[in-house]
């Protein structure tokens, strides 16, 4: 066995310092060489060969001599104890790495104040209570808003409303993971109180609402959709419903996601389309769209890392607003890539994200990527003042949905602005699914090396046990050079910008890139295909120009009228 000397000697050359070295010596002795899997291999004999740097070019894409490979030995070696040492530290998982991803160019300008809106109009046109239970509950979070305070309808009533709609429409959909019945109950009465003693506090008091089981709240389960984590309660709420909670919104049930935020499928089942029951919703954000869609909540939060949002809201006719990165916190909720993860809202109109957009943005203290930047829609603002585009050769292209898509290009162009022709770069990097291999494989390392990953449902190629897996034999450098990548991209879309202020592109066309540089995305419905599922039309946002992105998809919206759809068989 490698002698104190021996081991010191290899702590020095990983560039541990003599205090850490024996510290974690003596720890190795005291736990009898048992804290970690390959902790006893610590201290014996050399462990890599040149035939295992062989065998690791293979996988680097790289290839060396063998003396180079000799000379690697002893500091691959100390690689390792270096690893040991790290893992010795217990890192909690919202805890981000230091190294953090920003939207923001040097030496640009951006839209970045302390300011804050403090409310957002109501409906242009009176709205009156309808006759059915399902017609309430299919109207809009700003159509309720307006029955709310007029107390034509109570939060109690639109509480309980809805709980029922859960309850009875979920298992043919299998959209909830915990109805939060009892909180909901409070909130609602409480809200009831405040509205009818004229303490109104905005247009989301007293508006029922889900979020996908990402997030966290104080006293209920929160899954991430894995069986791994059914029972267990964390003990915070993730800031986004705080700030919900403040503004007198419901949370009435947390809402299915794929299993770790992949896909549909979770350890209850795979949650269902509405417009066709027999086929999944489209992952991760299921829970939240699909809730959306059949009239089960007034809104929800979804997030996104690479298409989790913009995927469902798309399958299940809703809109989905993805924020610009870092307008809105994440603490709280799971991270899976800390560079690309983002929380939004899901509704009926793009009204409702923009009020509900109005709440949860901003810097909140914990999430040191959130920057104070000027969220303050206006409805009324002329779209002749705003610069509006459109991915050319996009709508060119052969796709399913050219046809549909071509129809919302001529709905664009009937609304009289002048539009301007958008080419995005060539080159759109392929290194998105790198970064999030290896951040993911970070965010759950200590469940890859413990072997729980043997626990979650999805165990096939393209299961994130497998992801996490591959993602740890990415190098370093490689991971690196994707972000260099990442940033020259960043920087050609800068260029885009410089000439429109909002593009249309089909949904699919322009959203992984787009996701790798940060800008904000509205997806709106855009009607339904040849078989009856719904399809949908994108609008990208410049960088917290979230507002104007707002503003132009609303206009869009109004004149396409397919955001009053949903799907027949929910409406009893």
């Known amino acids: 066995m490698t002698n104190r000397r021996t081991f010191l000697t290899r702590c020095a050359a990983a560039g541990l310092s003599s ?23 610590l201290q014996g004999p050399p462990r890599i060969t040149r035939e295992m740097i062989r065998a690791a070019e293979a996988i680097a894409g790289v290839e060396f001599t063998d003396a180079e490979r000799d000379l690697m ?17 217990e890192v909690p998982y919202q805890v981000p790495p230091a190294v953090q991803f920003s939207p923001l160019l ?18 242009r046109e009176p709205v009156q209570r309808p006759k059915s239970d399902a017609d309430l509950a ?11 305070r007029r107390r034509e309808v109570t939060a109690t009533e639109l509480t309980h409303l809805y709980l029922d709609r859960l309850a009875r429409y979920n298992p043919t959909l299998n959209c909830v993971v915990t109805l939060t019945t009892e909180r909901a109950l409070r909130k609602a009465a409480e809200a ?81 389309n509405p417009w066709r029951t027999s086929q999944g919703a489209g992952g991760s954000s299921a829970g939240s769209a699909v809730a959306v869609a059949a009239g089960l909540v007034g809104f929800a939060l979804g ?20 924020p610009t990165f870092g ?45 104070p930047a000027a969220y303050a829609w206006d409805p009324s603002r002329p779209l002749t003042s705003l610069r509006v585009g459109y991915f050319a050769p996009a709508f060119d292209a052969p796709s399913s949905t050219k046809v549909k898509d071509n129809q919302a290009l001529a709905t664009l162009r009937r609304l009289g602005i002048p539009l301007r022709e958008v080419n995005l770069p060539d080159n759109i990097p392929i290194a998105a699914l790198l970064i999030i291999r290896v951040e993911a494989a970070a965010a759950f390392d200590e469940m890859t090396r413990s072997g729980e990953l043997r626990l979650l449902k999805e165990q096939g190629a393209t299961g994130f046990p497998n992801f996490f897996r591959s993602g740890r034999l990415v190098p370093a450098v490689e991971y690196l050079q994707a972000n260099r990548v990442r940033q020259m991209f960043m920087q050609q879309m800068d260029e885009v910008f410089k000439d429109v202020d ?13 996701n790798l540089t940060g800008h904000p995305c509205v997806v709106v419905p855009n009607g339904l295909s040849e078989d009856g599922i719904p399809v949908s039309i994108s609008f990208i946002g410049r960088l917290f120009g979230d507002s104007e992105l707002c503003t132009v998809a609303r206009a869009w919206q109004d004149a396409a009228g397919f955001y009053r759809m949903h799907p027949t068989g929910f409406t009893e």
């Open 303 to 322: 997030a996104e890392t690479m298409g989790s949002l913009v995927t469902p809201a798309t399958r299940n006719g809703v809109t989905g607003l993805r």
């Open 73 to 89: 030995l002893e500091r691959l070696e100390s690689n390792l104890t270096s690893y040991q040492a790290i893992r010795l530290v």
């Open 138 to 148: 299919f109207l809009t979070v700003i159509e309720l808003a307006q029955l709310l």
């Open 327 to 371: 307008l809105v916190s994440r603490h709280g909720a799971m991270p899976l890539c800390w560079s690309l993860d983002k929380i939004g809202p899901m509704a009926r109109s793009v009204e409702d994200c923009a009020a509900v957009l109005g709440v949860i943005a901003g810097p909140d203290g914990k999430d040191s990527t959130v920057v």
């Open 192 to 272: 009831d109180r405040q509205i009818a003693a004229g303490a109104y506090r905005g247009i989301l008091h007293g508006i029922p609402y889900g979020v996908k089981d990402i997030l966290a709240v104080s006293g209920y389960p929160t899954t991430w959709g894995a069986a791994l984590y059914k029972d267990r309660v964390l003990d915070e709420t993730a800031t986004v419903v705080q700030r919900l909670d403040a503004a007198g919104a419901i949370l009435v049930a947390k809402l299915s996601m794929g299993e770790l935020g992949l896909s549909d499928s979770w350890f209850r089942g795979r949650t269902m």
């Open 106 to 123: 040097a030496g640009k300008s951006y839209p970045i104040t302390a300011r804050r809106p403090a409310s957002l109009p109501h409906p």
């Open 502 to 514: 909002v593009f249309m592109a089909p949904s699919f066309g322009v959203n992984p890139a787009t």
């Open 19 to 41: 205090i850490v070295g024996e510290a974690l010596w003596n720890r190795l002795q005291a736990e009898n060489s048992a804290i970690l899997p390959g902790a006893a291999e």
